[in-house]
């Protein structure tokens, strides 16, 4: 079992800064891929950034790929998504995710996730 615990979203201002947060714990994830989502009001959840735990190669949805960027804390154990110049539309319930042997990296899909975090509120406001 991998247990993730997110943190750090809230409401902020259009051309803002968040930074979420996600702490793992309960096993070892070097042969996984943690990865971000989203799930807008009314829309399905959708695929927003990963990386590799082990080597930290990053993958990043073209809808975001200028302004976020994700990253790990190896020692921490933390995954981070870092959020600049937000829009409205990035409003969402942002989940951090665990996936065993990287498949997420290639379907990008909610199905292909193992583990989700309880999610956290983004509010952009215009």
């Known amino acids: 079992q991998v247990q993730l615990v997110e943190s750090g979203g809230g409401l902020v201002q259009a051309g803002g800064s968040l930074r979420l947060s996600c702490l793992a714990s309960g096993r070892t994830l070097g042969r996984y891929a943690m990865a971000w989502f989203r799930q807008a009001p009314g829309k399905e959840r959708e695929f927003v950034a990963a990386i590799t735990w082990s080597g930290g190669r990053t993958y990043t949805a073209d809808s975001v790929k200028v302004r976020f960027t994700i990253s790990r804390d190896y020692a921490k154990n933390t995954v981070y998504l870092q959020m600049n110049s937000l829009k409205p539309e990035d409003t969402a319930v942002y989940y951090c995710?665990?996936?065993?042997?990287?498949?997420?990296?290639?379907?990008?899909?909610?199905?292909?996730?193992?583990?989700w975090g309880q999610g956290t509120q983004v509010t952009v406001s215009s």
């Open positions: 995710t665990a996936t065993r042997d990287l498949v997420v990296i290639t379907t990008r899909a909610p199905g292909s996730v193992d583990y």
